[in-house]
């Protein structure tokens, strides 16, 4: 499989947390996902982009002051019935605890309450690197930017509704990339990032150098290297782990290491 470009027009992605996680995990998922397009092939539980959407978009209107709180978990329950969360199950066949989620957008106005000045959800985008094929830029969209009141200092919260805390690098990726971001933009220097583990009570915090950022920028400059590199030929990217309950699109992954095989005998 090949992906084609239109001769007027360049091939335009976006490194964000999300897809450099992707990257790692598997540069064939990458290029299927964000070079090709390919359409989705293999169904995958909803539920937990659904409800953590809600959650996220109550706690917006929350800061916004759009929403009080009793309007916040009213909001809440309407939106569980609009997206279908009643029927929507879970990788174990379950339907999600609503009471667990409205705890967690709780949690989550408390959090908000200890902070002021908020910037809700800012989407921030840069370019990075192009060439005659492809041109790739930087994104992030961060939860809360805010000053927490007990010490007067600039801090990104980021919400999470996981049912565990991940002590992998993705999330660590996910911080150094809005501080990157904020860094570029507003010359600003977090004084942390916390990631707030609302249905958990707990949460994770980060603080980086400016040393820290750059070299996660040049590390960004590296990744858009090689895919400028690999281009548009599916045959460039390495497998990687394919194996993964939220891959939607295994079948086109599969029938490329399948073709990748055939042509090894």
Known sequence: MEFGKECENKISLNLSPS???TYYQSPLLFYLKYIAKVPDDTSVPVCYGLSGNIVHE????????????RDVCSHL?????????????DIYGNLLDQS??????IKGMELIDQHEDYICEETILFPL????????????????????KKCNQHVIL?????????????????AL??????YKKKNILPSKTSLHYLKLGVSTEYVFSLEEIEEFERELHKIADIILLFGVDIKNYPIGQIDDRFNSKKQA??????????ELR
């Open 19 to 21: 897809s450099i996680n």
């Open 58 to 69: 109550c706690l917006e209107k929350y800061a916004k002051k759009e929403l009080d709180r």
């Open 77 to 89: 329950l309407i939106q569980w019935k609009k997206q279908n969360l009643h029927i929507h199950e």
């Open 100 to 105: 667990e989620y409205i705890r967690a957008v």
């Open 129 to 148: 690197k192009e060439n005659e094929i492809m041109k790739i830029g930087i994104k992030g969209i961060i939860d809360l930017q805010a000053i927490e």
């Open 158 to 174: 980021d919400y999470k509704t996981s049912n565990s805390v991940s002590k992998d690098k993705n999330f660590e990726r996910q």
């Open 177 to 182: 990339f809005y501080n990157l971001l904020l």
């Open 253 to 262: 992954c599969l029938r490329e290491v399948e073709r990748r095989k055939n």
